[in-house]
C-alpha cells in the first residue's frame, strides 16, 4: 500500500509540474501597449483635454486622441473617431467622452477599416460619457481572450459585445435621462446598484433617474424596464447615422503597432511613429468639416500617469 502510495504521489507531482510549465509557457494576451483614436471627420467645433495636464486643443481632421483625452462638442458640432480595434464612434452635439482606458496588443499587418470584421488583436475599452449621444458600430471582439469595450454613464454601464447602437445620456433639470437603442447585435447594461439588463436588437431601453440639479451627481436610478422595441422611423434614423458614420471612417487604415505616435501602457518608449500626428490626406475645403477643422493643430499625446490604463 505505501508502494502504491507514493507512485500515484509521484504521478501527481509531475502532473502538477507539467500544468505549471505549460501555464507559464502560455503567451501573455492581455493588451499593453495604449491603442490608437483618428479623427475621421470633424464638424463645427470640437475640442480634446488632456486630463492629466488640462492642455486643451481643437480637433483636427486626421488628428489623434489616445487614452487619458476628453473630447467635448459644441452646439451643432460632431465628431467621427475610429479606433484601431475597428470601433467606429460619432459624437453628437453638445457631448463629452472621455477615453478611460484603451490598450490593445500589437499586430503585424495593417487594419483597413473597409475591411474589417473583427479586432485585429486583444484590445480592452472604456469609454465615459458625462453627458450627449453617441452613435457607435463595434467590431466583433475576442472575448475569450480578453477583449471588452465598455461605455459609462453616470448612471450604468453597458457592455458592448460586438454591436451597432446609439446612446445617450442627458442631465436636465432633476433628471438624467438614459436611452439605447440597438441596430445589431447585444449589450448588456449594468445600472448603478441595480440589476443588469440585456437588450437585443430593434430593441431600446429607456429611463429617467433623479439627480441633484444643482451638481448633476445621481441621487436614484428606478428599477430597470424591460426593453422594448424601436420604432420604425427611430431605427431608420439609427441606421442612416451609422450609414454617414462609416462613410467617413472607411478610408482609415492603421498599421503593425497600433499606439503609433503615443506612450506604451508602462511609460516606455512608442512601438512605432514619431509622436506627431499624421499629416492630413488632403487639406478640406472651407466648411467641409466645419470652420475649426482648417486652423487647429493636432491633438498631442497625453502625458503618462501615474497609473496608466486603470480608467481612474
Known amino acids: 500500500m505505501p508502494r502504491l502510495f507514493l507512485h500515484w504521489l509521484c504521478w501527481i507531482l509531475i502532473a502538477c509540474g507539467l500544468g505549471l510549465v505549460a501555464r507559464a509557457q502560455q503567451p501573455n494576451t492581455a493588451p499593453v501597449a ?35 483625452q476628453v473630447v467635448e462638442t459644441g452646439p451643432g458640432a460632431s465628431v467621427v473617431l475610429v479606433l484601431s480595434n475597428g ?27 473597409r475591411d474589417a470584421l473583427h479586432e485585429p488583436s486583444t484590445s480592452v475599452t472604456k469609454l465615459s460619457l458625462r453627458k450627449g449621444e453617441i452613435v457607435s458600430q463595434v ?15 453616470p448612471v450604468g454601464a453597458a457592455g458592448i459585445r460586438g454591436t451597432a447602437f446609439s446612446l445617450s445620456y442627458e442631465p436636465a433639470a432633476a433628471a438624467g435621462r438614459f436611452a439605447l437603442s440597438m441596430a445589431e447585435g447585444l449589450i448588456r447594461f449594468s445600472p448603478s446598484g441595480g440589476r443588469s439588463v440585456e437588450v437585443g436588437a430593434g430593441k431600446q431601453l429607456a429611463f429617467a433617474a433623479e439627480i441633484d440639479a444643482r451638481t448633476g451627481q445621481v441621487l436614484s436610478i428606478p428599477e430597470m424596464p ?23 471612417a472607411v478610408s482609415v487604415e492603421f498599421s503593425g503597432s497600433p499606439n503609433a505616435g503615443g506612450p506604451t501602457a508602462n511609460g516606455g ?31 498631442t499625446p497625453p502625458a503618462q500617469r501615474t497609473t496608466p490604463g486603470d480608467g481612474e
Open 87 to 113: 470601433a467606429i464612434v460619432n459624437l453628437k452635439a453638445d457631448s463629452r467622452l472621455e477615453v478611460s482606458q484603451f490598450l490593445q496588443n500589437p499586430f503585424g499587418a495593417t487594419f483597413k477599416i
Open 34 to 68: 495604449r491603442g490608437m483614436i483618428k479623427v475621421a471627420k470633424v464638424v463645427g467645433e470640437v475640442t480634446v483635454t488632456d486630463v492629466a495636464t488640462t492642455l486643451k486643443t481643437k480637433v483636427a481632421l486626421n488628428s489623434l486622441v489616445f487614452e487619458g
Open 226 to 248: 424591460e426593453p422594448t422595441a424601436v420604432t420604425g422611423g427611430a431605427l431608420a434614423g439609427l441606421q442612416q447615422s451609422l450609414s454617414a458614420a462609416l462613410g467617413a
Open 269 to 299: 518608449a512608442p512601438t512605432g511613429g514619431s509622436g506627431a500626428a499624421p499629416a492630413p490626406e488632403a487639406t478640406p475645403s472651407p466648411g467641409e468639416n466645419g470652420p475649426s477643422a482648417l486652423a487647429s493643430p493636432p491633438a
Open 139 to 153: 467590431k466583433k471582439l475576442n472575448r475569450e481572450a480578453g477583449s471588452s469595450f465598455t461605455v459609462e454613464t
